[in-house]
């Protein structure tokens, strides 16, 4: 089951569906023209001045992403709870994992990849910097009933909780990691991708098994195309795949949405 549908993107936009509701949101990327002609039975509109203009006056919905159902929300940047393009990550690395595997996810927003790989009863570590955002994905695990899973649940700053991980000794058996273009920690600390990508997967090697199945690094980065993403990468892990994260169009125009590079056991 899947209730999400890219319907077009087109004149710097994009036209999604999310269970019953038809969004329109910016999409910087989409510098073609729209395949279809006209947009039809628009739910919501977001743009960065007015926000969301709609006629919807439930503030939340849920959709089922696979097995897993997630609570959306409008929220003030136009973000609403899932992020399409981290399905594909979800899909190369989802076999690999088995019960009581150690998986590190970081970034980890509302939870979708947490919750599905708690659900093969991998034993799950969900760091975010924003404790709403945390709260979000604890929500979403109470409606998938995995408020029992084994989930740590943290909101900390990526940098300053791996240095903390290094020092402890704890391995992970697989890694998966979507860091943003500029970002901040908990206690406001900057992340800035560019910078600081290289000892991010410094870091992530030292809390590495021996035994590790996967690492799976994403970014949507302007200027991060996969060759230079790869090439990062392999200065850690070898690059087992490599490429670019598209989201397929129903109908209209494929969308390009940044980067991946991916060690497989
Ligand atoms: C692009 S979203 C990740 C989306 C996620 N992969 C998904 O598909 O659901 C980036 C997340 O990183 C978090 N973040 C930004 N800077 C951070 C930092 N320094 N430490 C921890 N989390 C951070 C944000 O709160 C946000 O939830």
Redesign the pocket.
């Known amino acids: 089951m899947n209730d999400y549908e890219l319907i077009d993107s087109g004149n710097e936009l994009k036209f999604e569906r999310f269970g019953n509701l038809k969004l329109v949101r910016p999409c910087a990327q989409a510098l073609w023209k729209k395949k279809m002609p006209k947009w039809e039975d628009v739910d919501a509109t977001f743009d960065r001045k007015s926000l969301w203009k709609t006629q919807h006056k439930k503030p939340s919905w849920q959709v089922a992403i696979g097995e897993i159902a997630l609570e959306l929300k409008m929220t003030e940047f136009g973000h609403i709870g899932?992020?399409p393009e981290?399905l594909s990550i979800l899909e190369k690395i989802s076999p690999l994992v088995e019960k009581n595997d150690k998986v590190l996810n970081l970034?980890?927003?509302?939870g979708?990849?947490t919750l599905a790989l708690a659900q093969k009863k991998a034993q799950l570590c969900h760091?975010?910097?924003?404790k709403t955002?945390v709260d979000w994905a604890r929500k979403n695990a109470r409606i998938n009933n995995l408020e029992k899973a084994s989930i740590r649940w943290i909101v900390?700053?990526?940098?300053k909780f791996l240095k903390r991980e290094v020092k402890r000794g704890s391995r992970y058996d697989g890694v998966v990691l979507?860091p943003?273009t500029f970002?901040?920690?908990a206690q406001g600390?900057v992340?800035k991708l560019e910078r600081d990508i290289n000892l991010l997967l410094e870091l992530v090697k030292q809390v590495l098994s021996k035994e590790a199945k996967f690492v799976a690094l994403s970014c949507?980065t302007p200027g991060i195309s996969p060759l230079v993403l790869k090439q990062i990468f392999e200065g850690y892990f070898p690059a087992s795949d490599f490429g670019e994260l598209v989201i397929l169009a129903n109908k209209g125009r494929d969308l390009p949405c940044g980067s991946f590079a991916i060690f497989l056991k």
Request: aromatic fraction near 20%.
């Open positions: 899932f992020f981290h970034f980890a927003y509302s979708l990849m760091v975010d910097a924003s955002t900390d700053d990526v940098m979507d943003p970002g901040r920690g600390q992340f949507h």
